[in-house]
């Protein structure tokens, strides 16, 4: 007892000792469960686009990440944070933030993310218009990008460089990073920038008037659109509607024409209503081109129908403009009046709505200046809740601690007197198991002893009888003679099983099961009764799809050797025996189906037997033994009308026994 006091003692000092410790460690592993948490949620509503949502957790979420002194987790908020103050037009608070998720993943080293940001970055200094330091920053980044093989981020630094010079019109740096990811989309073989590169390089030729240096490159991006698995119609919308464009530039309007139509088969079969629109709109310029007022009218009627259909104000507003032209040009004032006014009517709605977008941003604004506010609040408040509870916590935990060791010292007690009792009562059950499965063994192994005792007697049977036959002839044919070799096969095959079966038992009725192919299995059985189905002229006909099942090869044998045996001895003369496989869910299925005298199921009455002799294997015995694989026997006869008996094993791809397993007692 003094020894227990001393052992308990000491329980209880390494538990203080090392509680705050674990208490540190626990509360660290939990504040990484929640930061990853909280950055899943937000990747989520940043894909939904819900960004008022994104700010509300990362605003949530930066204390913590900072408590936890999470270099990517900080860099991954701040990085949401500067995104989020960009689609407000908050630019320099986007800026602010990106820089600091730089910083932040440049510790973390997380390059993907970090190129990213950078990219970012750039794109906000040219949105400030603050062109030479988004020059600076893009030139940074693409450097970077192409250190990490940051593939992406190349592409996309590339095309913006493009555009701030186009924006700048420096003309000189346009073509050269136009031609750098030429060079680029080429060497990585993406077709998505080939396009989109050939289409720049076209409209560059073409700002400058060389409308016949532009048309090789538009042929190439077609060439690529065709190629695309993915928003084919509307890649090749875009290339061709610029290739009509560049032909009417150079008076070839009807290939113009070709290339639109073109364009609108392959609309109507994506079924791509805004780009139905926009074809129908090229083409209708095109014709009014050429002075076919009669069909640029009905080209541009389409357009418009096109146009409403897809709901799209930018589409209506393109494809106004246009039949407005068609009309007057056709003498239908009225008609160009009308859609004149619905036009005005529908950019008057537009810059209405333009103008509600920046009293919103404004009020934006103001309301996240007062979200701050009002976060840091709930912040502060938060961080004295944090820590009330942080104390409470550790005085429950010290009580559970406390309690749990009171309550193992009582248990162990107890369960010192309770282990004597319990050793005693599961040696009855083990002895009363034994018994059971001894006592089932036995009977099982009685049952196949009789089974195989037929099966070595219907061999002799046939022997004797061939040999009576050879006293009487002086010569045998040799098919008499492949016969009789069979039945001396069969003979051999049956007390090979029987010893292989036998030396098995020695520990009950061990299990083996393995992967047999069903194939094999019917060919070998069959093999045994080719004489006896000669003699009786039967047709027999297999049909088995390849399989591989789980079973113990040598019960199965013995189950699927008395059912073909059934099956022959109760067909008669000139019968037929069909034998298939099928698959059903995680089940193999072997059927074997007969034209014999099949029996009533009832038990009202039963099957005249034929001049054969044996009763062969009983259907309950082999449905016990189909059991013992995992499978199952299923008969279905009518009397007069044959017999059908499917056998079932598990797939091969699902083996629900281990390889040695010892059947149980019932």
Not at 373 to 384: F, G, R, T, V, W
Request: charged share 20%; aromatic share 8%.
């Amino acid at each position: 007892m003094v020894r227990n006091s001393t052992l308990i003692g000491l329980l209880w000092l390494l538990v203080v000792c090392t509680y705050g410790q674990t208490a540190k460690t626990a509360s660290a592993q939990s504040d990484t469960t929640r930061l990853r948490l909280y950055c899943e949620k937000i990747d989520a509503l940043y894909q939904q686009d819900k960004v008022d949502s994104v700010y509300i957790l990362v605003q949530q979420a930066l204390p913590l990440a900072t408590k936890a002194k999470s270099s990517a987790y900080l860099g991954r908020l701040y990085n949401h944070l500067g995104l989020y103050y960009g689609s407000k037009r908050l630019l320099d608070k986007s800026i602010n933030a990106l820089q600091q998720s730089i910083v932040f993943l440049r510790q973390a080293k997380d390059m993907n993310r970090l190129g990213r940001c950078l990219y970012a970055l750039a794109i906000k200094y040219a949105a400030q218009s603050d062109y030479e330091q988004a020059i600076r920053q893009s030139l940074y980044t693409l450097s970077f990008a192409k250190n990490s093989n940051n593939n992406f981020v190349i592409g996309a630094t590339y095309t913006l460089l493009i555009e701030i010079y186009k924006t700048m019109k420096d003309i000189r740096f346009q073509q050269i990073y136009t031609d750098q990811l030429l060079h680029f989309a080429s060497q990585t073989g993406n077709n998505s920038i080939l396009v989109n590169v050939y289409m720049l390089k076209a409209s560059q030729y073409e700002e400058q008037k060389f409308y016949d240096k532009a048309w090789p490159y538009y042929e190439k991006a077609l060439k690529l659109a065709y190629a695309k698995s993915k928003n084919r119609a509307y890649y090749v919308t875009v290339v061709i509607t610029a290739m009509e464009n560049n032909l009417r530039h150079r008076n070839r309007f009807r290939e113009g024409a070709l290339l639109l139509k073109t364009a609108i088969r392959m609309n109507e079969e994506a079924g791509d209503i805004p780009g139905l629109a926009n074809v129908w709109n090229a083409l209708a310029q095109n014709y009014q081109s050429q002075g076919l007022d009669k069909h640029s009218l009905q080209a541009a009627t389409k357009a418009l129908a096109y146009a409403h259909q897809s709901t799209l104000p930018s589409i209506v507003m393109s494809v106004l403009p246009t039949i407005v032209a068609i009309q007057e040009a056709s003498g239908l004032y009225q008609e160009a009046l009308h859609n004149h006014q619905a036009y005005v009517v529908l950019k008057d709605s537009v810059f209405s709505q333009e103008k509600n977008e920046k009293i919103a941003q404004i009020q934006a604004r103001y309301e996240l200046d007062k979200k701050e506010n009002a976060i840091q609040l709930l912040n502060k408040n938060s961080q004295i809740q944090h820590l009330k509870a942080a104390q409470e916590k550790r005085q429950l935990v010290l009580g559970m601690f406390a309690l749990v060791l009171g309550l193992g010292i009582i248990s162990y007690f107890l369960r010192r007197s309770y282990l004597t009792q319990n050793v005693l009562i599961r040696q009855k059950q083990e002895i009363q198991t034994q018994a059971t499965q001894l006592e089932e063994a036995n009977r099982l192994k009685d049952k196949l002893f009789s089974i195989l005792g037929h099966d070595l007697r219907s061999p002799v049977a046939s022997l004797k009888f061939s040999f009576s036959r050879l006293k009487k002839s002086e010569r045998l044919s040799e098919d008499d003679f492949s016969g009789l070799e069979q039945k001396v096969d069969a003979l051999s095959h049956t007390l090979d099983n029987l010893l292989y079966w036998s030396l098995q038992q020695q520990q009950g009725l061990q299990l083996r099961p393995q992967l047999v192919s069903l194939g094999e299995l019917v060919e070998d059985t069959l093999a045994l009764f080719r004489e006896f189905i000669r003699q009786k002229q039967l047709r027999v006909t297999v049909d088995l799809s390849p399989a591989e099942v789980w079973m113990d090869e040598t019960l199965s044998l013995l189950v699927l050797r008395n059912i073909l045996h059934n099956a022959i001895k109760f067909t008669p003369p000139g019968g037929a025996i069909h034998i298939d496989s099928f698959q059903a869910s995680a089940m193999t299925r072997l059927r074997i189906a007969d034209t014999g005298i099949g029996m009533d199921l009832t038990g009202s009455s039963k099957p005249e037997p034929s001049p054969e002799q044996g009763t062969g294997l009983g259907l309950a015995l082999s449905n016990e033994l189909m059991r013992y694989n995992k499978g199952e026997l299923k008969l279905e006869s009518h009397m007069g009308q044959g017999t059908t008996v499917t056998l079932s094993w598990p797939n091969g791809a699902n083996p629900p026994l281990s390889p040695t397993e010892t059947v149980e007692g019932h």
